[in-house]
């Protein structure tokens, strides 16, 4: 591999809280080593489009404690396709860029995946993604912050949950892992967690209010990729099974995305951050940077990528002991 002497950092996919703590610690590592750092503006979209500034020490200053991403984010199709793919690699090569570090999850990883295979230019993935459910790492970018975000919620609703005798089938974020749901029940002592890791769970629900006729107020955690249907759905349906009782639906939506990333959420993107450019310098590429066991670690693209993480079994045990 070449020399690097011109780096560039872009975030991609859904935002998650702490991508600016790692974009911060990409350009600082970068100016380290004595590299040019360019950030891409709403990721593939902008390397498409030719959306490159120069990034400097002071350009990430005061970025660490504010969520979102200043470089930006979107969805792009174009990417998918050949003709795509070159105009990012024109535009790579006509900026003198010789590796890039992405921060998303693992559909940004894929595309880096394909695209390093089909170019000579270095990627390394950093994981940021609220759902926590990337393969090969501990902990995701973000999903510390918004737990803390449901948490916070979910203790509020229950105030009011208790003052009215009502039940409340909140739904948070977590299509295809119920990482958020099973911590966030853990965490708030809610009587039932809903996850796509289970099916049939909307049975329990029946049995568990049926037992309990002396207890009137009830919060029961949806992962919104739970088989039986979101918030909304259950709570019609339990409408319809008890309609003596005050059932209601939240669904907390994209508040678990914003907000100021947690002391960890900053520690893990920081390091992170360094990682991943330390591993670039060390001629790695088509990796991603996890942090395992409290030590970062390399996993490559495509064990990341086929790799299904999902709840463990003991954890699930966990929150049904403590739910009943």
Do not use: W
């Amino acid at each position: 591999m070449a020399r690097i002497k011109r780096l560039a950092v872009f975030t991609s996919g859904g935002d998650a809280p702490g991508m600016n703590a790692a974009i911060r610690a990409v350009v600082r590592t970068g100016l380290s080593y004595d590299l040019e750092v360019f950030g891409i503006l709403r990721g593939y979209k902008g390397m498409i489009n030719n959306d490159f500034i120069p990034l400097y020490s002071k350009s990430v200053g005061h970025i660490i404690q504010q969520g979102g991403t200043i470089l930006r984010t979107a969805r792009c199709a174009e990417f998918r396709t050949e003709e795509g793919r070159k105009k990012a690699y024109e535009n790579l090569k006509k900026n003198k860029i010789d590796a890039v570090i992405v921060i998303g999850g693992d559909g940004s990883f894929s595309g880096a995946g394909i695209f390093s295979a089909e170019y000579d230019i270095p990627f390394v993935g950093i994981p940021g993604t609220i759902d926590n459910d990337m393969y090969g790492t501990d902990f995701t970018i973000g999903f510390d912050t918004a737990l803390n975000t449901v948490t916070e919620a979910i203790d509020r609703i229950k105030d009011t949950a208790t003052s009215h005798d009502r039940i409340f089938f909140v739904e948070v974020m977590g299509r295809d892992a119920g990482f958020i749901a099973v911590r966030a029940g853990i965490a708030t002592g809610a009587e039932g967690v809903l996850i796509p890791e289970i099916d049939n769970q909307e049975k329990l629900l029946t049995h568990f209010i049926k037992k309990n006729p002396h207890k009137k107020s009830h919060i029961f955690i949806v992962a919104e990729g739970n088989k039986g249907g979101g918030a909304v759905v259950l709570t019609e349906a339990m409408k319809k099974e008890f309609p003596e009782l005050s059932i209601r639906a939240t669904v907390l939506g994209h508040t678990q995305r914003g907000g100021s990333p947690t002391a960890f959420d900053r520690f893990l993107a920081s390091r992170l951050g360094v990682a991943a450019v330390d591993a670039l310098m060390d001629n790695q590429r088509s990796v991603m940077v996890g942090y395992k066991n409290h030590e970062v670690i390399h996993m490559p693209f495509n064990k990341t990528i086929k790799g299904a993480r999902t709840v463990s079994a003991d954890l699930i045990r966990v929150s049904d002991i403590l739910t009943t």
